[in-house]
């Protein structure tokens, strides 16, 4: 059996470790994506939050590691790992790609009488009802490098470069196949608040099917939309950062967000 220790160690990025948070906020990237894409976070969350960066196999230090075969098998790990981190509140944040990893933790991790979370956050992603299968992980690594450049989120230089699409366009492919070949769960609603946020420019996204989330909590559902596309806050998180805070300190964030709160 795997040491949970050593587990956790290959599956977070605690760039707080230590201290005694009231909550830890775990942060899943999108497709192909690494924990990089939260560091920016560190500064702006407050010292009572701590985040927790997940690094999925594939990628980074974990590239030769063997990737899951479906989005099960990827939840299952995950909920493995993570289980040492529950001993206090938590809640997660997932973009696109790992907003539907987020939700499916969520789900597995409450039937297994874990910790509920105290939030999930949903980011850049329709709600399962509305998924569509695709076939982007079955183009060539050209095609597959157009679809990078027309979400943006990666700088064009970088792609520019064949080492670099060699180091990345693997763990791409196999996360849109994940995602592309994804099978709904069930409806099975959350005991716990869930919000949605959307970027106003996203056209991978439309306002409803960010909406449609409000199927999936027995309790508070807001969606919360800020200026930008798929990556929207990528180049300066603060304004997410301080809605996310707000919610988590059961109160609404000041800020540029617009908020739409429902109740079921």
Do not use: K
Not at 22 to 47: E, F, I, K
Not at 95 to 109: I, K, N, Q
Not at 166 to 175: E, H, M, S, T, Y
Request: aromatic share 6%.
């Amino acid at each position: 059996m795997t040491d949970p220790d050593v587990s956790s160690a290959r599956w977070f990025r605690r760039p707080r470790p230590g201290g005694d948070p009231s909550l830890r906020l775990l942060c899943l990237p999108h497709a192909g994506g690494t924990a990089a894409l939260y560091r920016a976070w560190t500064g702006p969350l407050p010292n009572w939050i701590e985040p927790v960066l997940v690094c999925p196999p594939g990628r980074e230090e974990r590239v030769d590691e063997p990737v899951p075969g479906d989005v099960p098998a990827l939840v299952a790990a995950l909920a493995d790992a993570v289980r040492p981190l529950l001993d206090r509140p938590w809640a997660v944040f997932g973009h696109s790609m790992g907003a539907l990893v987020a939700h499916e933790l969520a789900l597995r991790l409450v039937a297994e009488g874990a910790r509920p979370p105290d939030h999930v956050f949903v980011s850049a992603r329709e709600a399962p009802q509305f998924h569509r299968p695709g076939a982007v992980h079955l183009l060539d690594d050209d095609g597959l490098t157009a679809e990078l450049l027309r979400l943006g989120g990666t700088h064009p230089e970088l792609l520019a470069m064949d080492e670099v699409r060699r180091l990345i366009l693997p763990a791409v492919r196999n996360d849109y196949r994940l995602v592309e070949t994804y099978a709904p769960p069930s409806p099975t609603t959350l005991p716990c608040p869930v919000t949605a946020l959307v970027g106003t420019g996203d056209t991978e996204v439309a306002e409803d099917e960010a909406r449609g989330w409000s199927r999936w909590t027995d309790s508070e559902f807001r969606l919360l939309a800020f200026a930008g596309g798929h990556f929207y806050f990528s180049d300066d998180p603060h304004d997410v950062v301080r809605s996310v805070t707000g919610l988590l300190a059961g109160s609404r964030a000041d800020g540029d967000a617009a908020a739409i709160t429902e109740r079921r």
